[in-house]
């Protein structure tokens, strides 16, 4: 029960300073209508979003995203065709690549015709 506890409290904490250190950050981009604010020449004032709208935009649009990527990455796996099981392992050969053929001898030089040797990069320690 301590480490249940002890692992919400923390998670809290987590989310507190999160919560907090976003309104610090964004303190200061809030435009606060009231206040006197200068233009440049030109430059129009648009119109101010609603906080469902701006919730809408910056949190409900990515949730949904992100549902949609993880539904796309789990679907496979609920039906009985996605799923793996010990009959579907690899049945080829092997391949390595530039590699020689089997029951071919192997140069342990690239430069000579020595097909047995102490080893090393040349074949010479």
Known sequence: MASTLRARSRAAAVVVTAVALTAVAAGPAAALPGRDL???????????MSVGTAFLVFVGIPLVVAALVWLLVKAPGWT????????????GDP?????PSAGEPVALDAGSDQTEGTGGTSARW
Do not use: H, I, P
């Open 80 to 91: 009985r065709s996605g799923r793996a099981n010990e009959t579907d392992a690899w049945t």
């Open 38 to 48: 200068t233009f440049d020449d030109g430059e129009q004032r648009g119109t101010t």
């Open 95 to 99: 391949l390595a690549v530039g590699a």
